[in-house]
């Protein structure tokens, strides 16, 4: 029996490439558009090539940037990732406990990225906020707008702060979901505290964990509200991470080609190191022994 086709299913499908062509396809290519012109007003530009690119890959302030974004996402991963798998393998599992845990951690991520800039900023002065007043106080000349490393391990520890209960939550609702069986095999073999972690949760928790640092990393390279209102970018450019250097070319300087070409090296980096990351995690998980799942 020959099966029949009703091929008019693909048009139920055009509303979303409608939204898809709206939203990413058409601002991407007006993107690439400006990235090889030399655009002066509406009606005056010139064909310029791959010439911009060059010029954004050859830019030493690019390629710093580039080198303290990086920096700035590995630190904060090699932070957040253990520190919220601590947290979640902390946190009451039941009862009153377990939903009153649950809203103190989840508080952070309900602060907008400008207003954490802001809480920060006062939590850092030396006059009136508590972290600055506390350190002064330990003989520690803590001062964000003139020391580089003050700023750069403060921007860190905000977006520690800021951040870890997302590894956490998403980690807890991974530990919430590997069956009791799991555990009940442990405590017949009498495996330590460190081998139910190492052969049993943490193989659980790889998929969150991908998703996790996948989030974790595209978020952190996009960084921008935060370090703004708090240091604006110095001391110098000590904390002038990508986005703060494409906001200033595009909108400070309104130079539309050298921001559209630094725009799409932008997004091909991301791309590039996700793409990685993934990769890398999957083969991690193929790589690691399968324990089978005990009878229930």
């Known amino acids: ?53 060059k010029e954004m890959l050859n830019d030493p302030a690019l390629q710093a940037a580039v080198l303290r974004q990086f920096a700035f996402s590995f630190t904060v991963l090699a932070i957040e990732v253990p520190l919220g798998i601590g947290i979640a393998l902390i946190m009451p599992k039941r009862g009153w406990q377990a939903s009153a845990v649950l809203i103190l951690v989840t508080m952070p991520l309900l602060i907008p990225w400008n207003v954490v800039g802001s809480i920060w900023q006062i939590f850092t002065r030396g006059d009136i906020g508590l972290m600055g007043w506390s350190l002064r106080e330990l003989g520690y000349a803590y001062n964000i707008t003139a020391s580089p490393v003050d700023a750069w391990a403060t921007i860190v520890l905000m977006d520690v702060w800021h951040w870890t209960p997302l590894i956490a939550l998403l980690c807890y609702s991974g530990l919430r979901a590997i069956p009791d069986a799991y555990y009940q095999a442990a405590r017949i073999d009498r495996a330590s505290r460190w081998a139910v972690f190492r052969f049993i949760q943490l193989p659980k928790l790889t998929n969150v964990l991908v998703i996790g640092i996948l989030l974790r990393f595209m978020h952190s390279f996009m960084i ?56 890398a995690i999957m083969n991690m998980q193929k790589d690691t022994p399968h324990k089978e799942a005990p009878d229930e």
């Not at 979303?16 to 400006?34: D, G």
């Not at 494409?246 to 400070?252: C, F, Q, Y």
């Not at 050298?258 to 091909?268: D, E, G, N």
């Open 1 to 53: 029996m020959n099966k029949v086709y009703n091929n008019r299913a693909w048009w139920l499908i055009l509303p979303m490439l409608a939204l898809v062509a709206f939203s990413a396809v058409i601002p991407l290519m007006t993107v690439v558009n400006y990235s090889v012109q030399d655009v002066f007003d509406a009606n005056t530009r010139f064909f310029t090539g791959t010439e911009w690119f």
């Open 224 to 279: 921008y509200a935060e370090p703004f209102v708090l240091t604006g970018g110095g001391p110098g450019s000590s904390t002038t991470f990508l986005s703060q250097s494409l906001t200033t070319m595009a909108i400070g300087q309104q130079d539309l080609g050298p921001s559209a070409a630094f725009s799409l090296i932008y997004f091909l980096i991301i791309l590039l190191v996700t793409w990685v990351f993934y990769t």
